[in-house]
């Protein structure tokens, strides 16, 4: 950070960029560090603290020739009308000034990020957002997993996402073993490995439960319906199991993980703790190959950088070539620093054309069925990002702000409908509406069918116009 803010030292947009801050009527969240400590100037001095507006970050390298693009994931935002809330959506319960201030200087719109048929997965959804087609590209999240693992999947191998489960009798009891440690598990996945593994199946150990599980060959165990462990919990086992075609190798090898794992030295040590063992494995999401992406860069003519505190958005970003930012702070869940995530995502666009933050906290809160939680991320998101965002579009940043797909409350789960979008660009005015909900975004009309077109838009030398 610090080369970066030498460089900026002195430079004219600095002081703009302050000036600019200085005289912002909103302010984020009363606990918000991108407040300028001294606004009124731009000395040496103030641009070496490390609290700094963040917009010094980046701002030197802005020049007309150089444009930059911000986009703002926000995971699972989207939802349905409550009925226990006025039958507003968390997105119209959540006090949100800085979307509010935005949504009426861009495009306000819905874009359908899940082809039809296809599931409604984040990554899925996040492809269209990226610019790439599922129905082209996605295969499957197992497969992004391993990528993101930098497990290799040749032509006639299959990977499937291996879970370390716990069962008791005959019931799922906890999908993660209560959250297994990383030294614990990888002996378990180890042992399964010289137990089950041989020239066809292999096993690489991940993080904690999670593990890759690959098959070559036995085409046809991509045709088994297989049900993610988390969908069942307390579930009698005997009833998720896969099934159909290509199911028997899979519930061959799961059965014998639990000759491997129920006396495994491990699980006896942590039966004695009074902790669940991790007495089975569980295969979903299996994956073929990925057919090959074109670069980011290739594709779009721009240099990227994406931050998210999931490995599957990581994985998504490394297949296309964007660089994967290592934030301190940025976690899967409501804990996430949104702050510190905004910065270290502005301090990106210094080195490139683009930056995608993915923030995963609205989806986790839907998941979890918690109206508050949901409504909080919403409004931490608008407070600690998107006021920085405003400053961005002021200095000509093009913006793009979209959930990936909606995880409405109700159901605790993704579905594959459109979700409002907001698209900000230098030249381009409102179209109609006055906040960034789902009823708004219907109420103007524009409607993206294909997802994956929209980044040819944002990224367009044009300014984009819908009529
Ligand atoms: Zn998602």
Redesign the pocket.
């Known amino acids: 950070m610090k080369a970066v803010l030498g460089k900026q030292q002195g430079r004219k947009s600095c002081s703009r960029a302050l000036l600019k801050i200085a005289g912002r009527e909103e302010s984020g969240r009363e606990d918000s560090n991108l407040r300028p400590q001294r606004p009124e100037r731009c000395a040496l001095p103030i641009c070496a603290t490390p609290r700094l507006p963040v917009v010094l970050l980046y701002s030197a390298s802005m020049n007309a020739a150089n444009m930059k693009y911000f986009v703002l994931?926000m995971?699972?935002a989207a939802g349905w009308a409550l009925p226990a809330n006025e039958r507003k959506t968390c997105l119209e319960l959540a006090r949100t000034p800085h979307l509010d201030a935005l949504v009426k200087t861009g495009t306000l719109g819905l874009v359908h990020n899940v082809p039809e048929g296809m599931e409604?997965?984040?990554?899925c959804?996040?492809m269209s957002l990226l610019g790439y087609d599922p129905r082209v590209y996605y295969k499957g999240r197992g497969s992004i997993e391993a990528r993101s693992m930098e497990i290799p999947v040749r032509e006639g191998e299959h990977v499937f996402r291996c879970n370390l489960v716990s069962v008791r009798d005959g019931r799922m009891d906890s999908y993660s073993s209560g959250y297994i440690n990383n030294e614990e598990s990888r002996e378990l996945i180890l042992a399964l490995e010289a137990a089950v593994g041989d020239d066809e199946v292999s096993f690489f150990p991940g993080i904690s439960y999670r593990h890759i599980c690959k098959i070559k060959g036995h085409e046809d165990v991509l045709e088994a319906k297989c049900t993610p462990a988390h969908d069942i919990p307390g579930g009698v086992i005997s009833q998720y199991l896969p099934c159909g075609r290509g199911s028997e190798f899979l519930r061959d090898l799961m059965s014998r993980s639990v000759e491997v794992l129920e006396n495994h030295p491990v699980n006896v040590s942590r039966r004695a703790r009074g902790e669940v063992p991790a007495n089975m494995m569980w295969l979903f999401w299996g994956s073929g190959q990925i057919p090959p992406m074109p670069s980011f860069s290739e594709t779009y003519g721009l240099s990227s950088a994406i931050t998210s505190g999931v490995d599957l958005l990581q994985g998504l970003g490394k297949m296309v070539g964007m660089k994967v930012l290592d934030i301190p702070g940025v976690t899967g869940d409501i804990q996430n620093d949104y702050s510190a995530q905004i910065r270290g995502a502005v301090a990106a666009l210094d080195t490139n054309d683009m930056v995608v933050a993915h923030v995963?906290a609205p989806?986790e809160a839907g998941h979890d069925g918690s109206v508050a939680d949901k409504v909080e991320a919403i409004e931490r998101i608008d407070g600690d990002m998107v006021s920085v965002l405003r400053e961005l579009a002021e200095d000509g940043v093009r913006i793009l702000i979209a959930?990936?797909?909606p995880?409405p409350i109700e159901v605790q789960t993704?579905v594959a409908e459109p979700v409002p979008f907001l698209l900000c660009a230098e030249g381009m005015a409102g179209n109609g509406g006055a906040r960034f909900t789902e009823d708004e975004a219907a109420r103007t009309g524009v409607v993206v069918t294909d997802g994956f077109s929209l980044m040819g838009k944002f990224t367009a030398r044009e300014v984009p116009r819908w009529h």
């Open positions: 994931i995971d699972g409604p997965s984040s990554a959804a996040c995963e989806d959930p990936d797909h995880t993704h």
